[in-house]
């Protein structure tokens, strides 16, 4: 993997790695970007999606290497982490007084108050600012008072801490090093936008590049509520008009019924009345914004002014965008639309902790990170799973990377595994079960599943398509097992996984988090079992208005979206039996589609090369034999 790395770096070409768990695929990118950057040719940014893997490379894995090769390279080669603004500390934020209204909120003896405080003496203590390196954390609503989005900071020009800041200061270390470690998040707002938030770079390493596009879409993406439009006239205060805030208000107030009267879920036709509310609704966030720059403006010099300016107006824009990408969404005939609009709604209208809210995304971001991306950078995109069917189409194509625009080359290899999956794992499909409904868990699989467990002696991760099914199968049988049986929900997530590793009888039950975040290598894992192929529902706003793209253009939407998704889940899923060379296990699948069905075999392809069979005896005895080991 590593000299297919460095030949792609150096020949700027595009990789895709497919480097299974145990393969040191961290190590085998970050060898070439060291030498890469000695040769004068960094920095190279390492994107990844998630923290854990973010503290690996920084804390562990870069340490190591640099002590490593400080000899062979000749020099000591520098590297640093750098996240979006709203992870640091921000010095005038806490110095700011509280908003009216919120003084009892602060009390020194109130939680929030206590929370507050700790940020208080910890500025005076953190060299950087980094909320992951106060430990113990602070609640988010203690953290939101003394910290910044970058759509809200005032800027270091006008910022009276702006020499201090955390922020800042992060973005300084960074343009001064090898290798930048970051997130997908802060690549694709760098990409897509106007960049400078990243350094000047043009190597990229994609690290679990399976989250991508969704990371991206994110990105992309826009919502709008009542609760919203409240919230930015709130922050406008005195900046703008009574008259132009008055107004606004009320473009708000008429949202929120239209939005509980509108049938939830994807629009494929805009309502006249909620169009109409759009459009006021835009007009009047832009005069707002305009009288909030003047009031700006003729305070200049004032920070405070400036920082009241900065956050109203991200609410305004905000505003003003997500309505007119709404509408002009609803100018294009049905299957020519680049967009998707839908509407999410508790289904409980009074419940306030989920206001009824209207999203719009992008369906597909392959030409954005085509012309972004790809056109602009050498791209390494790595991860465990990354060929689906057995190929790397399907991402690629996600990607953008077979973009009609791009006229570069790009080249997949699968470097294989460490793991002899064949004679470490089994593959167990419960072919004699029916089919799984609607209704909830059928209890063939509850039974099913309790025969697997007991075979097991525990020591089982169940993987549930959804939290109903995950509390169903728990009180089902934990009355009924002699093992601990944990849920998702029942505490943290990382607790409870930290439970189950200790434990080896210790079983624990969830959903999607649990897919691709657990990491539970020895005894304590030796049964993962999933309960039906965790295809998008049907009425998925994003993934029914994909598909609906997709024939229309003459391919199979089914399974370019459905059956793509489905399979890169069950990949990850998978993934969680083996982590480490001696692991042993079984990955039982409920679901009898997965052999029963077409689309059964590029779901099977997609998954590690375990040993198959659909014999329930056969997989019962395999794990009682692993229990007495």
Not at 263 to 268: K, L
Not at 486 to 492: E, F, K, N, P, V
Request: charged share 20%; glycine share 10%.
């Amino acid at each position: 993997m590593a000299e297919a790395v460095w030949t792609a770096m150096a020949d700027r070409a595009h990789l895709a790695v497919q480097a299974g768990t145990g393969t040191g695929k961290s190590l085998a990118y970050l060898v070439p970007a060291l030498l890469l950057t000695t040769s004068q040719r960094g920095p190279v940014v390492v994107s990844t999606a998630t923290i854990a893997l973010q503290r690996q490379l920084v804390d562990r894995d870069l340490p190591r290497l640099v002590d490593a090769l400080r000899g062979p390279l000749g020099r000591t080669p520098a590297f640093a982490i750098l996240k979006g603004r709203a992870n640091y500390l921000c010095l005038h934020k806490l110095s700011s007084a509280p908003q009216a209204g919120q003084e009892a909120l602060f009390e020194p003896t109130s939680a929030l108050g206590l929370h507050v405080k700790r940020l208080h003496e910890w500025a005076g203590a953190t060299a950087t600012g980094d909320r992951d390196e106060l430990v113990p954390g602070v609640p988010d609503q203690a953290w939101r008072q003394a910290s910044v989005t970058a759509m809200e900071c005032i800027g270091s020009q006008r910022c009276p801490f702006g020499i201090q800041c955390f922020s800042e200061r992060a973005r300084r270390i960074a343009a001064d090093a090898d290798v930048v470690v970051t997130n997908h998040a802060l690549l694709a707002i760098d990409a897509l936008g106007e960049g400078g938030i990243l350094p000047e770079h043009r190597v990229v390493v994609v690290d679990e590049a399976h989250e991508l596009v969704d990371r991206v879409r994110s990105v992309a993406s826009g919502e709008l509520s009542a609760t919203a439009v409240e919230a930015a006239v709130r922050r406008c205060g005195r900046l703008a008009s009574e008259a132009e805030t008055g107004r606004l208000a009320e473009a708000g107030n008429a949202l929120g019924p239209l939005l509980l009267t509108t049938p939830a879920g994807r629009m494929d036709r805009l309502d006249p009345a909620l169009a109409a509310s759009l459009g006021v609704l835009h007009n009047t966030a832009v005069t707002c914004a305009a009288e909030v720059r003047s009031a700006v403006k003729r305070n200049e010099g004032d920070p405070g002014v400036a920082a009241a300016g900065q956050a109203a107006l991200v609410g305004l824009v905000d505003i003003a965008v997500t309505a007119e990408r709404m509408v002009t969404t609803f100018d294009e005939p049905v299957e020519e639309r680049d967009e998707v609009v839908w509407l999410e709604r508790a289904d409980d209208v009074a419940d306030t902790s989920r206001p009824a809210t209207l999203h719009v995304a992008p369906l597909e971001v392959g030409e954005v990170l085509a012309a972004s991306l790809f056109a602009q950078r050498t791209v390494v995109l790595t991860s465990a799973t990354l060929t689906l069917g057995g190929s790397f189409v399907p991402l690629a194509r996600q990607w953008g990377l077979d973009a009609d625009s791009m006229g570069t080359t790009w080249s997949g290899i699968d470097v294989g595994s460490p793991f002899a999956h064949g004679r470490s794992g089994i593959l167990y499909v419960a072919r004699h079960l029916p089919p799984p409904g609607r209704d909830g868990l059928p209890a063939q699989y509850v039974t099913e599943l309790a025969g697997l467990i007991e075979a097991a002696g525990g020591r089982t991760l169940g993987l549930f398509s959804s939290m109903r099914a995950a509390r169903q199968a728990t009180n089902a049988l934990r009355p009924e097992l002699g093992f601990p049986l944990l849920c998702q929900g029942d505490d943290a997530t990382g607790q409870l996984v930290r439970e189950f590793a200790a434990d080896e009888p210790t079983c624990l039950f969830g959903t999607l988090s649990l897919w691709q975040g657990v990491d539970v290598p020895g005894p304590s894992l030796r049964l993962v079992v999933i309960d039906r192929i965790p295809f998008p529902r049907p009425d998925d706003p994003l993934a029914s208005a994909r598909t609906r793209q997709v024939e229309a253009r003459g391919g199979n939407g089914f399974m370019e979206v459905s059956v793509a998704h489905a399979a890169l889940l069950l990949a990850q899923g998978a993934g969680r039996l083996l982590r480490s060379v001696d692991d042993r296990g079984v990955v039982a699948v409920l679901d009898p589609r997965l052999v029963t069905k077409r689309y059964g075999d590029f779901l099977r392809a997609s998954l590690p090369p375990f040993w198959q069979t659909t014999d329930p005896q056969v997989v019962r005895g395999a794990l009682r034999r692993l229990a007495a080991s």
